[in-house]
């Protein structure tokens, strides 16, 4: 057994859209930074999605509510995730899963992403079952219909998705 002076740092990259950030995503994020000395959320700037909350408010959003965790810090990148994570030394990508069908599509990920940089793991964490069905998209729709999303968000979450869609109408 190695001795914990000589044990490497494990740094972990938690990727997403985060638009906004959930319960259920910060669920995987604390499970994660008991897991790893170094937690990096890393907000994905995806051209292809019509975020509603800027590149910059979403960060916002997780820095604020990753306050409590002391190994975890918040960043973005653009590009391929397995580059990001070497140049960041991040020896695994952690994934939270809901159901099959995220794992249909993130097991492709992960074979891809292990064709790239074979030194680089990817974990799947099952999410929390009381948070098994949500999803940002489905918060976002919720909340524009006018329906109770407490609990589903952290409270500074949940405002600032209210305030969001009081702009746009």
């Known amino acids: 057994m190695a001795n914990e002076t000589t044990m490497a740092v494990k740094r972990a990259l938690v990727p997403g859209s985060f638009d906004p950030v959930t319960n259920g995503h910060l669920d995987i994020i604390a499970r994660s930074a008991s897991l790893f ?3 990096m959320v890393v907000v ?3 051209s292809s999605k019509q975020p509603l909350f800027s590149l910059v408010e979403r960060m916002d959003m997780l820095t604020e509510v990753c306050q409590p965790f002391r190994n975890v ?3 973005t990148f653009d590009g391929l995730l397995v580059q990001y994570a070497e140049v960041n030394a991040a020896t695994v990508i952690v994934k939270g899963l809901r159901a099959v069908s995220d794992f249909e599509y993130e097991l492709q990920m992960a074979l891809m992403n292990r064709r790239l940089a074979e030194h680089v793991e990817t974990m799947f964490l099952m999410t929390g079952a009381e948070y098994s069905y949500l999803s940002s998209n489905i918060v976002k729709e919720i909340a524009r219909l006018g329906g109770a999303i407490e609990g589903l968000v952290p ?3 949940e405002e ?3 305030k969001k869609l009081t702009e746009r109408e």
């Open 155 to 157: 409270k500074s979450v």
């Open 37 to 39: 000395d170094e937690v």
């Open 73 to 75: 810090s918040v960043h």
């Open 44 to 46: 994905a700037r995806n």
């Open 160 to 162: 600032r998705l209210r």
